[in-house]
């Protein structure tokens, strides 16, 4: 008996304890709901039709029919998707150096693959939820993502060298047995490259007499979210600069190419981020191939690159410069030079925010000089002698400035196997779309077929009007750009390349107050890349003593720049918008130090480049008003704010979701009607997002769906399947392309994959700059340059959005490094944030009719991009016409960014992952806090907040009533909400351990009390 009783003790202890952990997991899981349903692929809500309907309901088609659970058109779809992930990897490899045509190696040769890399590539950089600050990087992917369920078989950097050459396989297990591996960390990366100790006798002998028809050698970088690659590792040097295990290998293979072994050196660069590579010619290096991370097939296009199947066509979206701590932007960036408020200590009293957020801040002291605009323009006043170019102030070498001595590859540089001329044919102005036509032809004078991208850029003057008013001017930007299709030997092709007269506006932030037109003379140019295009418009004006990017003397072609002459300063041209009715004039001058606490701030000027570059930080002490916007909660009722029973909910007018798919977004009567239908309550529940939100049942507005990241759909996968998509090369591969079909081929393609998860919209798209190299997710955003992101933004959320899937474009705006991202204060001038961080994201709404927006964690000056009217409000819908919906980065109960009522009243539509964790504070660990707080500020008579949570449905409602979400959807359909399996097996178990802990307690009750007695009478008797 004594054993029957603890072994129902001990039962139902057991039982106990999993119904206190089922009771207590419940409501954790439940405030995870959406998380979870897309984690298991499963949908809330069901169409339920009468089968009455006549009309076509599929409103939004893919490309491969619309039964998203048609495996054949899917696995077509996911075909297609390779082939345009290799395509695109062949366009965007950019070939930086071929000396003695070292490249093409021929398929069959002999080769022996170098580095630890060669067994670790990097063929995706994680992007899209970050992990742990220290993890070692043991595998193609940094993140949690695998293509183990993929539609889609992984080629890595090795089989795809395998299965083109013959590899000495000797020197592939030494690397997979070395030990060696590299590590993600914020602060104590590590390169993982293998030492030279490695390298015996008895392993050189593995090549000393075959395999030696090329050392090829892969050198790789990579970053993450929550992780930019640090200015200052370990060895006491940039992570981007050569380290010495790598010097030391390289230096061995000059000795072996020296003694006769290795016919040639080829070098590929594995990195999304610009690396040092201005010592190849130290080590004898042949050749070099620019490859960033090729995603999931991208490999085979390398090799297709590298065997001569296709010669390269890509071009630099970076400049590649020899020191990487040289561009003026680094004096503000990254862990190492991100301060802190001199007034910390009071700061933090005052402030209800923990000191995480509130405690750092960014000046953005290069204004607009950032990449190559920092770079070329004192290169042109270097050889026009102006603005005290020369000085040492910013040399990498201490001594005067030389642009020879700083730039290893400009921006858009890129060799092929062929050769190219380009001759300008003609440029017309035209008024109706106040654009000009660069009509160029191209000729393949080489022996190869290939590809040439046409590049334009423009110069714009820089004169007394601009000195004495702070309006500076890169002496080189990005116009616009072509690429031509395959040329054959001697075959031509005029190509036309429109550029937008808009883009050679400047901002002028002092007096006038808005974007001018100065007066003077302007110049639009091609060139190989752009310091060419500078030469060539300096060639244009009668410069002497340029040089090209090796150091030789250059000439320029004048033929090759257009000029014209503005004969007044024009002040009006670009006051209004071209979109709306609104006034373009300032709106960030709280972002300017200058403005906050006086000359604080001498921002970059090419007037003086000696006296104005940014040598020292400044330290900023926090004015009371400062840390009034640092603490974050900005939203005051207003006094003649409406009353709650202005409004009114809950009125049925027979309005439909679907119904509103056709309504114009100013029919003010008819979006009034149809938000009249709707509860406080009921607009509040699509506020908070899990990857999708919740259902609106009264007027049939079915659940969403949403996914994540820019080179691949994390998180979500396919309706038929249940495995994943594609992972493309990085969005910088894409960019390097220049290649606006293959653009919009992989933008189409990523909205069908889309389709077919059933998949609303996509937070996708990545507009940030490359405001240094360092950036830990770069390879996720296009360019260092505004204008390139202007003109790329535009093809990708026009490719999107036609197929019905919201473009989500991130993080707006000045996210530009990970380090303390959450709140740093970023502080900038208005030209600065106009023309470069703002331009990037521009073009992608008033272009390409994107419709979804996600803020940034930073703040713009002290305000939370998040809570920032005049980022959302007067600049993104005022200014850009604007007429989607807005969410936060996730939010996670984070205390900076729970203030909801400040974030709903200046722009804000929804909120990113709104749920408890990941370090939220007690008292915020509630679910779904957005909800609940805008819902109580409204029960408490706040007028002013139903409105703007009216606003914020509006926004919503609009913009998914542009999508798929429709489909399927008519006049006579009704939604209907599904309990996930997992709550229904949670509310099981937990009766199931209700009754088992009853029945155990009774056992135990019975066995201690009721038979141990009449046992022990019996014993008695």
């Keep these: 008996m004594k054993i029957k009783k603890e072994l129902t003790r001990g039962l139902g202890a057991v039982s106990a304890f999993m119904l206190v952990a089922v009771n207590l997991g419940a409501p954790v899981a ?154 993600k960390d914020a602060q104590n990366p590590e390169i993982g490259e293998a030492p030279k100790g490695l390298y015996t006798e008895d392993l050189k002998n593995s090549w000393k007499n075959e395999y030696n028809d090329a050392a090829v050698v892969m050198l790789t970088r990579q970053g993450s979210e929550d992780c930019d690659l640090v200015l200052e590792d370990s060895e006491g040097i940039s992570q981007l600069a050569l380290h010495q295990d790598e010097r030391d290998l390289l230096e061995m293979l000059k000795e072996e190419k020296a003694n006769g072994t290795f016919k040639k050196i080829i070098l590929l660069v594995n990195s999304n981020w610009a690396m040092e590579l201005g010592e190849l010619e130290d080590y004898d290096v042949d050749a070099c191939l620019w490859i960033g991370s090729p995603g999931a097939v991208g490999f085979t296009g390398v090799v297709n690159v590298l065997k001569g199947d296709v010669s390269p066509s890509g071009k630099l979206v970076d400049t590649y410069a020899k020191n990487s701590l040289s561009a003026p932007a680094v004096t503000y960036a990254q862990a190492k030079n991100t301060p802190q408020w001199e007034n910390l200590d009071e700061v933090l009293e005052f402030c209800s925010d923990t000191d995480k957020y509130v405690s750092n801040y960014l000046i953005y002291s290069e204004g607009i000089y950032v990449g190559y605009k920092y770079y070329e323009t004192r290169y042109e006043d270097t050889v026009l002698g102006s603005g005290n170019a020369t000085g040492a102030a910013g040399s990498s070498t201490n001594a005067a400035w030389d642009y020879n001595n700083e730039i290893a590859y400009p921006f858009g540089y890129g060799l092929s196997y062929t050769s190219f001329t380009q001759q300008v044919d003609g440029v017309e102005y035209h008024e109706e779309t106040d654009s000009y036509t660069v009509k160029v032809t191209v000729t393949n004078e080489g022996d190869k077929a290939g590809k040439s991208v046409v590049q334009v850029y423009a110069q714009t003057p820089y004169g007394d009007y601009e000195k004495e008013n702070a309006v500076e001017k890169s002496a080189i930007q990005v116009a616009g750009f072509e690429k031509t299709g395959m040329l054959e030997p001697g075959a031509s092709e005029t190509v036309e390349v429109d550029v937008e007269k808009y883009l050679l506006a400047s901002y002028d932030y002092t007096n006038a107050k808005g974007y001018i037109l100065s007066e003077g003379d302007y110049y639009l140019a091609i060139g ?109 009722q207003p006094e003649d704010s409406p009353s709650v029973d202005d409004f009114t909910q809950g009125k049925d007018a027979g309005l439909s979701f679907v119904s509103m798919k056709d309504v114009e977004f100013d029919d003010e009567e008819t979006w009034n009607t149809f938000l009249d239908q709707l509860t406080a309550e009921e607009m509040c529940s699509i506020l908070p997002d899990q990857n999708g939100s919740s259902m609106i049942e009264s007027v049939n507005m ?305 066995e201690a009390f009721v038979w141990s007695k009449k046992e022990l009478g019996g014993k008695q008797s």
Aim: aromatic letters at 10%; glycine letters at 8%.
């Design 528 to 636: 190989d890349d752009a310091h060419d295009a500078l030469n060539n418009i300096l060639a244009a004006k009668g410069a002497q003593g340029m040089t090209d990017v090796l150091g030789s003397p250059a000439e320029g072609d004048a033929d090759k720049a257009y000029t014209w002459k503005e004969e007044k300063l024009d002040t009006e041209t670009y006051r209004q918008s071209r979109y709306s009715d609104e006034t373009v004039t300032n709106q960030f001058d709280d972002a300017d130090l200058n403005n906050l606490e006086t000359d604080t701030v001498d921002y970059l000027s090419r007037s003086d480049w000696e006296g104005t570059y940014p040598v020292t930080q400044v330290s900023v002490t926090a004015t009371e008003d400062m840390m009034k916007t640092l603490d974050g909660e900005l939203y005051e």
């Design 30 to 183: 439940d405030s995870y709901e959406g998380r979870i349903n897309t984690v298991l692929g499963i949908n809330t809500t069901k169409i339920v039709s009468d089968d009455t309907k006549e009309e076509d309901t599929a409103y939004y088609k893919s490309d491969y029919g619309t039964d998203i659970y048609d495996t054949d058109k899917l696995q077509e779809l996911e075909d297609d998707c390779a082939d345009e992930a290799v395509l695109e990897q062949e366009e965007g490899s950019v070939l930086l150096k071929n000396d003695n045509n070292a490249l093409p190696l021929s398929e069959g040769s002999s080769i022996t693959l170098f580095g630890q890399n060669s067994i670790e590539s990097a063929q995706k950089s994680e992007s899209a939820g970050g992990f742990g600050a220290a993890a070692p990087v043991s595998g193609p992917f940094y993140s949690y993502h695998s293509t183990s369920g993929s539609t889609q078989e992984l080629v890595t950097y090795l089989s795809a060298m395998q299965s083109a050459y013959n590899v000495n396989e000797t020197m592939v297990k030494a690397y997979q047995n070395s030990g060696y591996t590299r590590l």
């Design 702 to 1006: 079915p659940a969403t769906y949403r996914g994540d990241d820019m080179d691949c759909l994390e998180q979500v996968k396919f309706k038929a399947t249940e495995k994943s998509g594609i992972v493309w090369p990085s969005t910088v591969v894409m960019t390097s392309t220049w290649n606006k079909d293959e653009m919009a081929r992989r933008s189409a393609l990523t909205a069908n994959e889309a389709y077919f998860m059933g998949c609303t919209e996509i937070w996708s798209g990545g507009p940030n700059i490359h405001r240094t190299p360092f950036n830990g997710r770069a390879s996720a955003y296009y360019s260092e340059d505004g204008n390139m992101g202007y003109i790329v933004g535009a093809i990708v959320g026009e490719n999107v959005q036609k197929y019905g899937i919201i473009l989500g474009l991130k993080h707006m705006v000045v996210n530009d490094q990970e380090a303390n991202r959450e709140s740093v204060a970023t502080f900038t001038n208005e030209q600065a944030l106009r023309e470069q961080y703002l331009r990037a994201f521009e073009g992608a709404y008033t272009k390409g009719g994107a419709l979804g927006t996600m803020t940034a964690f930073n703040r713009i000056g002290c305000t939370y991009c998040g809570s920032s009217a005049p980022l959302l409000t007067q600049v993104l819908r005022g200014e850009w016409g604007f007429k989607g919906h807005v969410t936060t980065d996730a939010v996670v109960a984070m205390d900076y960014k729970t203030h909801y009522t400040s974030n709903i009243t200046a722009g804000v539509d929804y909120f990113c992952w709104d749920m408890a964790g990941f370090g939220a504070s007690e008292e915020t660990t509630a679910s779904n806090l957005s909800k609940d707080k805008v819902l109580k500020a409204i029960e408490d008579g706040d007028g002013y907040m139903l409105e703007a949570l009216r606003n914020a449905t509006k926004h919503t409602v609009y913009a998914q009533s542009r999508s798929i979400l429709i489909n399927g959807l008519d006049s006579n359909a009704k939604v209907e909400h599904i309990t996930p399996w997992w709550q229904t097996a949670l509310k099981a178990l937990n009766v199931v351990f209700i009754l088992l802990t009853a029945l155990f307690i009774g056992l135990y009750y019975l």
